[in-house]
């Protein structure tokens, strides 16, 4: 039972230290989010943001992302619109191992998104892709959504992989995906 209803939203963002994750946790600051930046312990950017009563740091490994829903205040969720991003990715780009274990993150992650789901109004995922799961592409303009995935890499493979699994695990659990219209 959720006694709160309060009109901002929550974004937990993991990768959130990184370039782009950085980028996306200010963006969502300024958008009035209150934001769950998810680091790795240990890291070398975990000072990178200024101090903010919407921004909440928690640090831990992708082997644990399945605990994040248990990081996030009951005030942050009951009642609200909750935005997972993924957008945490280790290792290199053929090192097979960090790929399996970068698709396991991930859809741990999605297992607490998934476990929000009934406290939460509206529980969403978003997870980031590149341009290694469709290959070289001779000409630029080949290279969207509806190319054919072809990578070289394990990278390349573990990411369309994910996206895969990610997307028919949220269909699964009716978790929202960007072209829902739920």
């Given at each position: 039972e959720c006694p709160w209803e309060r009109s901002m939203k929550t974004a937990v963002v993991s990768g959130a230290f990184g370039f782009a994750g950085a980028n996306l946790v200010e963006r969502l600051l300024d958008d009035d989010y209150v934001v769950y930046a998810i680091g790795r312990n240990g890291s070398t950017h975990n000072d990178r943001f200024k101090a903010s009563k919407r921004l909440k740091i928690r640090f831990m490994n992708m082997d644990e992302y399945d605990n994040v829903a248990s990081e996030l205040d009951s005030e942050d969720v009951c009642g609200k619109d909750v935005f997972f991003f993924h957008l945490s990715w280790g290792g290199q780009r053929d090192d097979f191992d960090a790929?399996?274990?970068?698709?396991?993150?991930?859809?741990?992650?999605?297992?607490?998104?998934?476990?929000?789901?009934?406290?939460?109004?509206?529980?969403?995922?978003?997870g980031i892709g590149s341009q290694a799961e469709y290959g070289r592409?001779?000409?630029?303009?080949?290279?969207?959504?509806?190319?054919?995935l072809e990578p070289f890499s394990a990278y390349g493979s573990a990411k369309a992989a994910a996206y895969y699994l990610l997307k028919n695990k949220a269909k699964l659990s009716e978790i929202r995906d960007r072209k829902s219209t739920r």
């Open positions: 790929q399996l274990k970068n698709i396991d993150g991930a859809l741990k992650f999605m297992d607490s998104a998934i476990y929000l789901k009934e406290k939460a109004k509206k529980v969403c995922f978003v592409k001779e000409d630029v303009y080949e290279l969207d959504e509806k190319a054919l």
